[in-house]
């Protein structure tokens, strides 16, 4: 049972992580129908930040809200120079151009960061063991659980009080009429940028702690993960991503834990075969976009 | 039939002259290294076209390829990997595997390769074709990404991450010229064929391509299981020309660069395909020399690391941002350069729609959820008579036409389209049953010419041996439209992309055509002259019409029966004079005072 209850936690806290990411890129495509490849680098980004923040001499925290505005900003910057010219254009031409944003800021991290992983010194408090009972939990686990849930209380908020947030939603539904309505376009698809950024900066930041070290590709395998995410739960849906990015979580803990030693090395391959055996059965994905923004 | 034959000809000539011309001068004339570079370009143009046969018919970009070159790759090194060598490098060979691995010719490694690659790809097909858009080009990632991990799990076989080596070199540039023919063979042909043209039209409209008869998932396995099977000749190609290599020589930086090499030239066309890579592979050659540092002009350049990959990524956003088509377009190099010849009508000999055709339509209803969209709706529809559908907004007509499309079925009551319940088949076989559409909002195959846009629906109905583009001429013929055949459907005006919708649902030879505000935003001019088109269709053909329209006159003009719906329910059903005169219609158009008074 406590076996059980632990590989429930591993599940939750990788599967959050997932869940973030899948949100940020269904945020953006929602709006745009934009599949973001450079939604990992925005991850990278932050690591590096952090990174800095800290070699710099900051205390943990400051660090941690460094990194965090700089996702935000990379990602507006990124909306401004790189998506804005393709604007409207069908969504192979946006997948294209986000694919070699992606490829290009690779190269650039490798040639002025660093090839190599650079490690970072995540404070001793956040990579203790929890006991209770018979758990033995991870503090990062722990807090990994708690930030997903307080980002989508968050979002959900945001989305369903605010002003900025209902226009985000009703762009979702059909953003030509939102423009009719006299709401900028810019502005509302800026803030999807801002926000799918901030969800970018805190898995990275999650995923940073969990692994102590920067590399340029960091993004890159946690982000492929997060577009079958995304896919399962429904492209453009953001409840299907949330929903898509536990699942998978789930799906490669079970594996992880249950799969014969002999064939651990293929875990990946199952986890993204049996999901995408789900769309034999659901091909528009488990929460279709008709279902809207409900999160 | 002839019209694969002589376009498909001319096409792969023109493309293969270059090529052929090529590899002769990199044997003959050149040296080694040229040599070399000519033949990784061959292998390149069939990797890609390869590529093209599947996203550019069906417009999904495809991460899947190299996944299948590496499948190519290490099937056929396994089975020519000189014998010698196993015992050292892959001393855990499974049984079955070592008694066929080994000191096979190079053309049965080949065979083996695409047997396999046959078998995963039609598994990975079947979920892939229900997929369109950006899911699908997603699943294609999943599938690399499947294929790469399974590459590096399976030491035993494939040595894991290490590197694959002892694999006999046997391709030079002539080998690797004629696979690259044929590969350009396959995909200039698969292009005009029926299920070639059929998948650009799903690619330009889903929805058209269904109601045009086309089994749009069917078409989109063909193609990605074609498409791998090339893909994965260029992999096989690739391995005998290093002779050896690993699991990340067929990952992200090859899909990166194939990719790119596709949409430079444009996604759309064999040609593309083939110039594109020519491009990239100078461009990639020339950078390759600047990364390590080369000195130009006396002055040391620093090394940079991944200088090809940036150059390919600009080039990739070069094109995306100035010119989305790829620099070949839309078009063929052939088609621009040979025209086809004008193609002539050839009626099929129609026989007019027989007496007993009907559509029937028994006490349909539909709930969404709690609301009442429709409530026992009955009536007939038969051959050579002008049914009109009117109703206030909101009234039921888009669902009713929806539930004899067979599109959304009835949650009560049932349809029958010459006998058969249009919720019990599939979208795409409505059509045929003899039931061709028009929609509301125009909804062309906008990149085909109208000859293609038509020919798709004639297609679908076209017997052994007949000539479908000259069936779909004499539908041209009938709404007037012979001469714009060879124009791009984008390049018509608003009333003759109308008239087009109708030519290609015409082309299906229905007994009914359900016209679904055939005039809407017409002027008075092209609304006299729908209404002398369709006057003919009948009169030529004894073609049942059911007519959907706001605008009543055009109604009371045209129509000899009038079903009239208001929010859900049919109110009223008669001659124009009868709905004319009946005081429940003029209540919910007009509201009821006004009718009291």
């Not at chain 1, 591993?10 to 869940?19: F, K, M, Q």
């Not at chain 1, 990062?140 to 226009?167: D, K, P």
Request: charged letters at 15%; glycine letters at 10%; a positive charge.
């Amino acid at each position: 049972m406590d076996i059980f209850l632990q590989q429930l936690l591993n599940a939750l806290s990788l599967g959050g992580t997932y869940a973030l990411l899948a949100l940020g890129l269904a945020v953006v495509f929602s709006i745009i129908g934009l599949i973001n490849f450079a939604h990992g680098e925005l991850m990278t980004v932050t690591g590096y930040a952090i990174c800095f923040a800290l070699i710099w001499g900051l205390p943990f925290p400051l660090a941690v809200i460094a990194g965090l505005s700089v996702a935000m900003v990379a990602a507006f910057l990124m909306e401004r120079v790189a998506f804005r010219p393709v604007r409207g254009a069908s969504g192979t031409t946006l997948l294209l151009t986000s694919f070699a944003v992606s490829a290009i800021l690779r190269v650039l991290f490798q040639n002025l960061i660093s090839a190599r992983p650079i490690p970072v010194s995540i404070p001793a408090s956040l990579s203790g063991v929890l006991t209770v009972g018979p758990l033995h939990l991870g503090m990062i686990q722990l807090i990994s659980i708690i930030v997903t849930l307080v980002m989508l209380l968050g979002l959900n908020l945001f989305l369903h009080r605010t002003m900025a947030g209902r226009a985000m939603r009703a762009a979702a539904e059909d953003f030509a009429v939102l423009r009719l309505m006299g709401l900028r376009a810019n502005s509302v698809v800026a803030t999807a940028f801002v926000i799918s950024g901030l969800l970018a900066g805190v898995a990275g930041l999650l995923w940073v702690a969990q692994r102590g070290s920067v590399d340029p590709l960091m993004g890159a395998l946690p982000v492929l993960k997060a577009f079958i995410a995304a896919i399962i739960g429904g492209l453009g849906s953001l409840s299907g991503a949330v929903a898509g990015g536990f699942l998978l979580g789930f799906i490669e803990v079970i594996l992880q834990a249950y799969l014969p030693e002999s064939l651990l090395p293929y875990r990946d391959a199952f986890a993204i075969l049996v999901v995408i055996a789900v769309l034999l059965f659901r091909p528009q994905g488990l929460l279709a976009r008709k279902t809207l923004v409900k999160l | 039939m002839p019209r694969i034959g002589m376009q498909a000809i001319k096409g792969t000539i023109t493309l293969a002259l270059p090529l052929i011309a090529l590899a002769i001068c990199a044997e003959l004339f050149f040296p080694a290294a040229f040599a070399r570079l000519a033949t990784l370009y061959l292998i390149y143009v069939t990797a890609v076209v390869g590529m093209q046969i599947y996203s550019g018919n069906s417009g999904i970009i495809s991460f899947g390829h190299a996944g299948f070159m590496a499948l190519g790759a290490y099937g056929s090194s396994l089975l020519t990997i000189q014998p010698a060598i196993i015992s050292t490098s892959l001393p855990n060979l499974p049984g079955w595997l070592a008694a066929i691995a080994g000191g096979q010719p190079l053309f049965v490694g080949m065979a083996g390769a695409l047997l396999v690659v046959a078998i995963v790809a039609a598994l990975f097909g079947l979920p892939l074709a229900r997929l369109g858009g950006a899911a699908a080009s997603i699943a294609t990632l999943g599938f690399l990404v499947i294929v790469h991990v399974t590459l590096v799990a399976s030491t035993d076989i494939t040595r894991g991450s290490q590197t694959f080596f002892g694999v006999p070199r046997g391709v030079s540039a002539f080998p690797a010229l004629i696979v690259a023919v044929t590969a350009v063979a396959l995909a200039r042909t698969y292009r005009g064929t029926r299920g070639g043209l059929s998948l650009r039209a799903a690619r330009e409209d889903e929805i058209a391509a269904l109601a045009c008869g086309v089994n749009v998932v069917r078409q989109r396995f063909v193609a990605w299981v074609l498409s791998g099977l090339v893909s994965a000749s260029a992999g096989v190609l690739l391995a005998h020309f290093l002779g050896a290599f690993s699991p990340k020589d067929f990952y992200f930086n090859l899909t990166f660069l194939l990719m790119s090499m596709l949409i430079l030239g444009g996604i759309s066309t064999v040609s593309g395909a083939v110039g594109g890579t020519a491009l990239i592979v100078i461009m990639v050659d020339l950078l390759r020399r600047l990364e390590g540092g080369a000195e130009v002009f006396g002055l040391q350049l620093p090394e940079v690391f991944g200088l090809t990959d940036i150059g390919v990524g600009l080039v990739i956003l070069a094109v995306m941002y100035r010119l989305r088509d790829g620099l070949f377009g839309l078009r063929e190099v052939d088609e621009r350069l040979f025209p086809e010849p004008v193609v002539r009508a050839n009626a099929p000999r129609q026989t007019p729609v027989s007496d007993d055709a009907l559509i029937s339509i028994e006490g349909v209803g539909r709930r969404f959820s709690g609301l009442v969209a429709l409530e026992d709706v009955s009536f007939i529809v038969r051959p050579g008579v002008v049914t009109g559908l009117i109703g206030p907004n909101g009234a039921g007509k888009s669902t009713l036409i929806n539930a004899i499309s067979g599109v959304v079925p009835p949650s009560s009551g049932r349809v029958l389209l010459n006998g058969t319940d249009t919720a019990l088949v599939p979208v795409n076989a409505v059509p045929t049953l003899g039931l061709g559409r028009t929609f509301q909002n125009i909804r062309l195959f906008r990149n085909l010419t109208v000859l293609e846009n038509v020919t798709v629906a004639a297609d679908a109905v076209a017997r052994p041996g007949e000539d479908s583009r000259a069936a779909a001429m004499a539908a041209l013929a009938m709404v007037g439209m012979q001469d714009d055949a060879s124009r791009p459907a984008n390049s018509l005006p608003y009333g003759a992309q109308r008239r087009l919708e109708i030519a290609r649902a015409l082309a299906l030879r229905p007994s009914f055509l359900l016209l679904d505000e055939p005039a809407a935003g017409m002027n008075p001019a092209e609304t006299d002259a729908l209404i002398g088109v369709l006057r003919q269709i009948r009169a030529d053909h004894q073609i049942g019409l059911l007519v959907v329209e706001h605008d009543l006159k055009l109604i009371m003009r045209l129509c000899d029966h009038i079903v009239v719906l208001n929010k859900g329910q049919m109110i009223a059903e008669g001659t124009p004079d009868e709905i004319r005169a009946n005081p429940a219609v003029i209540e919910a158009y007009i509201g009821k005072r006004r009718a009291a008074a």
